[in-house]
């Protein structure tokens, strides 16, 4: 089976993919995991650049992945991937420089371990960046360096770098980024951007770094995305709200939840998490067809939003290629099966793909 359907693959490795019906209109991204840049798997690797012409690290960029300890940084493979990125001719992308996960504690520690100092967490902050940015200087394109700073009702969120340094740190945070690769495009990420409230105050945020003459480039819309969430409406009108502030548009995490959650919600709050039930993982034996229809027609309303918005967006990225790899099999439940991206578990591209690229060949 694996051997027929990576003949299928290699075979159609000079076909078409979706960065050819697309291209055009905006970057085609992915996010990969460390095993997918190995180059060990000829199917996940053929399917990976028929498919995309741009590439972020999930998790090895991370500053747990590459700054574990202070001092003690780990760049295999943060090197490797953006050596397959650079070996396959594809655009790559930074995430990510400041966030309140995935960030060693030590960062916020001083050495007698009480709460680190405005000083020291500032020159931590400016040594992380300086030497993340500066190692990769000229070879990426853009960076996420600030991500989910704020909550989805617009008040800054009680991150430990905002407890220390204050929302200052923000701006000190794009400062440094801009010192370190001048000519790096450096983005503004976050989830639930579609909720007014939130909307308004990244819009607030990113005029207040204008005014101060930073460098924001793009404003990142996660986009994990929701058979009813975000409406049409409010996604739009976030785009064009952050558009108008003379940035690019970036949708950079997309991904469907269609999986039933024990409390409603949206958005992608990592911290966030219940326990397994049979009840909330309906569908493990495969999808029904009218859920599988429900799921490929909200595909197809979000890529017709996108086309129709390609001159504000300048990137979409899925987070993730395979069904198989996705965060959301074990968020904010450990062990379901989820159905969020474009590929399946065996990195076939679903029917729907097929759509999406003739909406765009129209
Ligand atoms: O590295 C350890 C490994 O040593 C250990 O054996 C393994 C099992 O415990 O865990 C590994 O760490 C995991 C890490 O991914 C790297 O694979 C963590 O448990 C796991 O929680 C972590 O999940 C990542 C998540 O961010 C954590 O915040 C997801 O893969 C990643 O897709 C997700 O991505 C974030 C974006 O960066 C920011 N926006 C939200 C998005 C979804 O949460």
Same mark, same amino acid.
């Given at each position: 089976?694996?051997?027929? #359907? #990576?003949?299928?693959?290699?075979? *159609?490795?000079?076909?078409?993919?979706?960065?050819?019906?697309?291209?055009?209109?905006?970057?085609?991204?992915?996010?990969?995991?460390?095993?997918?840049?190995?180059?060990?798997?000829?199917?996940?690797?053929?399917?990976?650049?028929?498919?995309?012409?741009?590439? $972020?690290? /999930? *998790?090895?960029?991370? %500053?747990?992945?590459?700054?574990?300890?202070?001092?003690?940084?780990?760049? @295999?493979?943060?090197?490797?991937?953006?050596?397959?990125?650079?070996?396959?001719?594809?655009? $790559? !992308?930074?995430? $990510?420089?400041?966030?309140?996960?995935?960030?060693?504690?030590?960062?916020?520690?001083?050495?007698?371990?009480?709460?680190?100092? &405005?000083?020291?967490?500032?020159?931590?902050?400016?040594?992380?960046?300086?030497?993340?940015?500066?190692?990769?200087?000229?070879?990426? &394109?853009?960076?996420?360096? +600030? *991500? /989910?700073?704020?909550?989805?009702?617009?008040?800054?969120?009680?991150?430990?770098?905002?407890?220390?340094?204050?929302?200052?740190?923000? /701006?000190?945070?794009? @400062?440094?980024?801009?010192?370190?690769? =001048?000519?790096?495009?450096?983005?503004?990420?976050?989830?639930?951007?579609? $909720?007014?409230?939130?909307? /308004?105050?990244?819009?607030?945020?990113? @005029?207040? #770094? &204008?005014? &101060?003459?930073?460098?924001?480039?793009?404003?990142?819309?996660?986009?994990?995305?929701? #058979?009813?969430? =975000?409406?049409?409406?409010?996604?739009?009108?976030?785009?064009?709200?952050?558009?108008?502030?003379?940035?690019? +548009?970036? !949708?950079?995490?997309?991904?469907?939840?269609?999986?039933?959650?024990?409390?409603?919600?949206?958005?992608?709050?990592?911290?966030?998490?219940?326990?397994?039930?049979?009840?909330?993982?309906?569908?493990? *034996?495969?999808? =029904?067809?009218?859920?599988?229809? @429900? !799921?490929?027609?909200?595909?197809?309303?979000?890529?017709?939003?996108?086309?129709?918005?390609?001159?504000?967006?300048?990137? +979409?990225?899925?987070?993730?290629?395979?069904?198989?790899?996705?965060?959301?099999?074990?968020? %904010?439940?450990?062990?379901?099966?989820?159905?969020?991206?474009?590929?399946?578990?065996?990195?076939?591209?679903?029917?729907?793909?097929?759509?999406?690229?003739?909406?765009?060949?129209?």
């Amino acid at each position: 089976m694996i051997a027929v #359907l #990576l003949w299928l693959s290699v075979s *159609n490795a000079s076909a078409q993919g979706l960065k050819d019906a697309l291209g055009e209109s905006f970057l085609v991204g992915a996010a990969l995991s460390v095993e997918q840049t190995t180059g060990h798997d000829s199917l996940v690797t053929a399917t990976i650049t028929q498919h995309f012409n741009c590439i $972020v690290a /999930e *998790n090895c960029m991370k %500053p747990e992945a590459l700054q574990p300890q202070e001092g003690q940084f780990k760049w @295999r493979k943060a090197d490797r991937f953006v050596k397959f990125g650079e070996e396959h001719g594809m655009t $790559v !992308i930074g995430h $990510v420089l400041v966030w309140h996960a995935q960030t060693p504690d030590w960062f916020f520690k001083d050495s007698v371990g009480n709460t680190a100092s &405005k000083e020291l967490l500032t020159q931590r902050m400016r040594t992380h960046i300086h030497t993340v940015v500066g190692r990769y200087k000229g070879r990426i &394109k853009g960076w996420d360096v +600030v *991500n /989910e700073a704020f909550e989805d009702d617009g008040s800054y969120r009680q991150s430990q770098w905002y407890q220390i340094l204050g929302p200052e740190y923000i /701006e000190l945070a794009y @400062r440094f980024a801009h010192e370190a690769d =001048p000519a790096a495009e450096l983005y503004y990420n976050d989830f639930s951007m579609s $909720v007014p409230a939130k909307r /308004e105050a990244v819009c607030r945020l990113v @005029r207040q #770094l &204008k005014e &101060k003459g930073l460098r924001v480039d793009a404003i990142g819309m996660q986009s994990h995305n929701g #058979l009813t969430w =975000p409406s049409n409406e409010d996604y739009e009108a976030s785009i064009e709200a952050y558009a108008a502030l003379g940035c690019q +548009v970036m !949708i950079t995490e997309l991904d469907m939840n269609v999986l039933p959650n024990p409390e409603s919600f949206s958005g992608a709050e990592v911290s966030l998490s219940f326990d397994y039930s049979e009840k909330m993982d309906p569908y493990k *034996n495969g999808l =029904p067809a009218d859920v599988e229809q @429900r !799921i490929n027609e909200r595909w197809i309303e979000f890529f017709d939003l996108y086309k129709r918005h390609s001159h504000q967006i300048s990137r +979409v990225t899925l987070w993730g290629v395979s069904d198989a790899q996705s965060w959301m099999n074990d968020w %904010p439940i450990t062990g379901r099966t989820a159905y969020p991206l474009l590929f399946d578990r065996h990195y076939q591209p679903k029917p729907v793909v097929d759509d999406i690229m003739k909406l765009f060949k129209k």
